[in-house]
């Protein structure tokens, strides 16, 4: 089992397959995707040589995300030989849904275990604003498919913003009597190319739990391999929501993930001041020498993102790695 010099157990992978994306989100990439390195992804061959491995130390959950994973024509593939590892228990994705309708049934068949979805709003215009693209009528229907499989665990992504999501709350609440989908609202986080953004917009979800709280909110337990979600159930909705909220006290008490970037590098934290290069030991189907490197390097993971001090280590934005 992978564990660090605080006791934390490790899981969660977070394995970024591509770091392009196709959105314009005003939080992550508003000028668009920028290509700024070697875009000499994973192959399939390496990615499955990471699971094995990670899958070796201990890991029983995968989490597929880019950029946008589904730019890449091989997602399906790749679903299909994350499940295929034994000791793999959860294959999940996270997906603006560009073309969700189209996609999830091969996704679904490949074996994916769990799906989210990034809505930040549900008004068309106001999602356009944020997005740059008007696709929400194309990713609702989409989510309305993935209800459609029992089987298939369904979140909603959605970032609070001050001048664009924060007075929404009622809106999602009327949606969520009726949809039986999990939705989790994640506080903006500072990364290398937001700052201004980040001072206008950020604010924080503890005021939004309070609230719940009041209201006959009542908190869920977490799994071992649960995100770090705080989520809360109630019985007259059929939906559940969950707080993501990075500037919390104690927040990575409770980590349990590690992340791999499209590039191979593992990163300790989403906020690392470094990937450590793992692409050396991915060119032979052996995984000893990568799980001993993995172990070895598990050393030097810190007990906090030290995001108040606003360090934000190499994420330039969130696409980077899949937040």
Known sequence: MLTDNFGRRFYYLRLSITDVCNFRCNYCLPDGYQCDND?????LEEIIRVVRAFAKLGTEKIRITGGEPSLRKDLPEIIAACKAVPGIKQVAITTNGYKLPQMLPSWVDAGLDALNVSIDSLDPKQFHRITGHDKL???LEGLAMAQQYP???VKVNAVLMRHFTSGAMNQYLQWLKHTPVTLRLIELMQTG???RFFEEQHVGGEQIKQSLLSDGWLPEIRSKTAGPAQEF????FQGKIGLIMPYSKDFCASC???RISALGKLHLCLFAEQGLDLRQYLQSDDTQPLTEAIAALMTDKKATHF???KLTGATKHLAMLGG
Request: proline share 0%; glycine share 0%; net charge neutral.
């Open 137 to 139: 009528a194309t990713i």
């Open 256 to 258: 349990n993930r590690l």
């Open 39 to 43: 875009r000499d992804f994973l192959s």
């Open 193 to 195: 190319d937001n700052v």
């Open 307 to 309: 995001l108040h001090d």
């Open 151 to 153: 089987k298939l665990k």
């Open 233 to 236: 159930f109630h019985s007259d």
